[in-house]
């Protein structure tokens, strides 16, 4: 029934197969078309004389229609055909999307063949009513101990990944896509290099990561129009995932990109920039987007959205529209991706809003007190670095310093499949080290008392 329903809809979106209209002008990314009166978001045809070219109405000027190609735009003509399709565009989802790589209209590209027992669904989704939204109070284990002990996530959870180019941010993604115990991943790749994807698909999630895997892919050299729909087409197929009562891990790399192929298209109907040259519509754009994850009454959509931070720019607008959206943020360092440090995530700097709902007291009371020692060290580490510390100056910094190579063999964890971290185990761990932290305390509380003039020199 469900599905019938969902083709009962596409048939009522769908419009007049004979309504035409005709090339104008083209201006820029846009081509002007006069005589189709469609609704925006419809699907198009440009019949040129060297094929046809699938497009989308983006908005109006004056009396003519604004349309932008999925495709190269060369060869369009004043006076070509352009037939509306539908007035919504669809994805076809289904269960036989787990191991399939999509372009951002939902094609495959991966050679395996056609598409088969889908059905269509519009990607221009809803978020799901706040509520009919379930608590969430479940953790999600990434397979990361890093994220699993000192940022846990909890299922339904929505979270940023700000980093800096090369810092590690597509691997950790990865990892935590083929590791996670969600049910299904799904994963998309706005804006990304060519060369990257099937590095990405290969080496970095690997034949078992795509087994449980959808991969919707949108280059960088695509038409912006093509990068959002990929966006939107990943999402899509979440939320098909979901409703049928899946725990879907979403990953998205990078909402920096579908933000500024969402410029482009803003900016070439019209639009006046606003912020350091983003339109209104880009910061529209982003909780529409970003609140169709989450619970829902079966299933849930847990997101990690990947912010690409330019030279080390917290505040840039992008990563400080996401932060207002989202439910906590893992920040990745460049200082620790240098030192070899993987992941490269910054503990102290990272934020996960769930981690006290999702966590027993024991991992709670842990976790504070490992990084209020990651809080210390990062105070004391200049003064370590440059030989200016003396013991027994501060008992924390004392007892952070000492600590620290512990909680490094517990944070540094390689990419590599066969490291994976159960989360249970990672809590335990966690749990012992914070027994090794009372007993080097007791320790330095020892020496201190044993040696008056070293507590003295405080």
């Known amino acids: 029934m469900p599905l019938l329903n969902e083709q009962i809809a596409v048939l009522e979106r769908a419009t007049a197969p004979e309504l035409r209209g005709v090339v104008s002008d083209v201006r820029g990314l846009v081509v002007r078309v006069a005589s189709l009166p469609v609704p925006v978001g419809s699907s198009v045809r440009i019949e040129t004389r060297h094929g046809a070219v699938p497009g989308e109405v983006v908005g109006f000027d004056g009396g003519a229609s604004s349309v932008m190609p999925l495709g190269e735009s060369a060869g369009v003509c004043r006076g070509d055909a352009v037939v509306a399709l539908h007035a919504d565009a669809t994805v076809r989802v289904g269960e036989s999307l787990r191991g399939r790589v999509l372009n951002g209209l939902g094609e495959p590209i991966d050679g395996k063949g056609p598409l088969h027992d889908t059905a269509p669904r519009s990607i221009h989704g809803r978020a799901v009513a706040p509520m009919a939204r379930r608590p969430i109070d ?3 284990a990434t397979g990361v101990r890093c994220i699993d002990s000192l940022t846990p996530l909890g299922r339904g959870q929505r979270v940023g990944v700000f980093a800096a180019p090369g810092v590690g941010k597509s691997t ?17 790749l706005v804006g990304e290099r060519g060369r990257e994807v099937r590095d990405f698909i290969d080496h970095t999630l690997g034949p078992e990561g795509l087994e449980r895997s959808v991969v919707v892919v949108a280059t960088g050299d695509e038409p912006a129009l093509v990068r959002i729909r990929a966006a939107k087409t ?12 899946r725990d879907v891990l979403l990953v998205f790399d990078s909402i920096t990109r579908f933000c500024q192929a969402q410029r482009q298209v803003g900016l ?14 880009v910061f529209a754009a ?19 959205y990947s912010v690409l931070v330019e030279g080390d720019d917290m505040d840039e607008p992008i990563a400080d529209a996401c932060r207002g959206v989202l439910d906590g943020h893992l920040v990745l360092d460049r200082k620790l991706a240098e030192r070899g440090h993987f992941p490269a995530i910054n503990a102290v700097a990272s934020i996960s809003r769930v981690a006290d709902a999702v966590t027993t007291d024991e991992h709670r009371d842990a976790r504070r007190a490992v990084l209020k020692l990651l809080a210390d060290y990062r105070e004391v580490e200049d003064l370590l670095d440059i030989g200016a510390y003396a013991a027994g100056s501060n008992p924390a910094f004392d007892l952070a310093i000492a600590c620290k190579p512990a909680i490094d063999q517990l944070l540094i964890q390689t990419e590599k499949t066969t490291n994976r971290a159960d989360f249970n185990t990672t809590r335990s761990q966690l749990l012992a080290l914070t ?21 003295a020199s405080r």
Not at 286 to 304: C, D, F, K, V
């Open 138 to 140: 479940q953790p999600l």
């Open 172 to 188: 950790l993604l990865a990892q935590c896509a083929k590791q996670t115990t969600a049910d299904v991943s799904v994963i998309a």
């Open 234 to 245: 990943a999402t899509t197929i979440a939320e098909s995932f979901r409703d049928a009562g």
């Open 268 to 281: 070439s109907v019209g639009e006046p920039p606003t912020t350091k040259g983003y339109p209104p519509s």
């Open 286 to 304: 982003l909780p529409e987007l970003m609140e169709r994850a989450g619970n829902a009454q079966h299933g849930s959509i847990t997101a990690l």
């Open 435 to 455: 027994q090794r932290v009372q007993a080097a305390k007791q320790q330095i509380d020892q020496a201190n008392r044993q040696n008056p003039s070293r507590a």
